[in-house]
């Protein structure tokens, strides 16, 4: 079959650019190994996607050229993609931090996708098992003025085989393989000499050597609002205690910038000025884990002293029998709590990847390869990645519509 343009990969970025070249009269081919669409849509925010966040921009991004998302974000925004759905009566709420979700489950925002994709003609074949990519040999003078002599992509298939001069790969990461993640991405990158920036889990949870968080481990369940850093980079929402180690959002935003064998630090009284409270006690006979107990549970204060007293030697005494730099001892303590994560719970449990194709091989305005006319990637599988919050499928709607209106 020929057609004008092949998307590998149907979910969120697969099908934005699919329904895009559609809508300007580009024959699109629309191929996946999987066989439903959009897997990751349907299990995110819970069941109701996040499928966006309103304060979206750059700033929200990682990386090696933080430049490189402005000119797809800022044409297509948020507010593009809400028009959309209001377009198919779709409705959705506002939760913290710009976040919004659905509010009946995400399959109607997969039903929206395959209608628009539909309507533009899409042709779809899922359960597609991709075999081999190649390309014509090179016309002499190669380059953008030579665009519609361009050689044709050939992809052999389980379906059978489809050419076109446009080949975009929108296959995401590594994240939840169980929704059917691959490296196939990358390995077409690789065929076609693409560089890719070193790749690794992000938005994931952060493990522990087991001997090291033993006394942490019963504390499984137990959620703190903290501001966690590392280097410049800073996370104020809630902490997950977990058997393993340590969750929740604000962990899940750090891990995407924390470096292997590095402390975190995690202030963990972030409204409050320990230094002075602690002061104001000189004269209490209330020991300091019974003291903490009016911002943490009993369970945890009793093991943050006793892990304070073991690298301190400040044991758990009543308030009055601590000296001016024993007091500021523990108030330093409390607001930079340093941990060191052995590890994460890598991309089974992860919510992107970080890394990817290199933005210094493509063109920031329609996501297409420098050296290699006619391919182009979108998604996940670039190295652009969002913090939490619906800042990754807006990439994903972002680079789906850059690269559709290019194709």
Known sequence: MKTDV????????????????????????LLDHAKKLAEKIRISG??????????????????????????????????????????HRIGYHKKTLGQLFCDDEAEVLITMLREECD???????????????????????????????????????????????????????????KTGATPFGYH???????????????LVPLSFAPDDWKPYADLTGVSLD???????????????????????????????????GQPLHIDLLPDCDMAALLDEQKGSKKLLSNYLTQWFPKNFTDVWCAQLAERTQIGNKPLNQYNDK???????????WQITPSGTLGYTKAEVTCGGI????????????????????IGEVVDVTGQLGGHNFQWAWASGYAAGQAV
């Open 6 to 29: 092949i998307i590998i990969g149907s979910g969120a970025a697969g099908m934005m650019c699919a329904m895009q070249a559609g809508q300007r009269g580009r024959s699109v081919v």
């Open 46 to 87: 819970g069941g109701h996607c996040n499928f966006t966040n309103l304060d979206s921009g750059p700033e929200n991004f990682i990386s090696g050229n933080p430049a490189f998302c402005r000119s797809a974000l800022a044409r297509y925004t948020p507010r593009d993609f809400i028009v959309l759905l209001q377009k």
């Open 119 to 177: 309507a533009a003609g899409v042709k779809r074949f899922m359960s597609c098992k991709i075999e081999k990519i190649e390309r014509s040999p090179l016309p002499s003078g190669e380059g953008a003025g030579v665009r519609e002599k361009a050689p044709a992509f050939q992809v052999s298939t389980s379906r059978g085989e489809f050419e076109a001069k446009s080949l975009v790969i929108a296959t995401g990461g590594l994240s939840i393989p």
């Open 188 to 202: 077409v990158a690789e065929q076609f000499g693409v560089p890719i920036a070193k790749l690794k889990p992000g």
């Open 226 to 260: 903290v501001s966690v850093s590392f280097e410049k980079h800073s996370f104020r929402e809630n902490m997950l205690v977990t058997h393993r180690g340590l969750s929740g959002p604000a962990i899940l935003q750090i891990s995407s910038y924390w470096q292997h």
């Open 326 to 336: 024993q007091r500021k001892q523990i108030a330093a303590a409390l607001h930079d």
């Open 358 to 377: 290199d933005t210094r091989a493509l063109s920031s305005k329609t996501m297409e390869c420098n050296d290699v006319p006619g391919l182009y990637f």
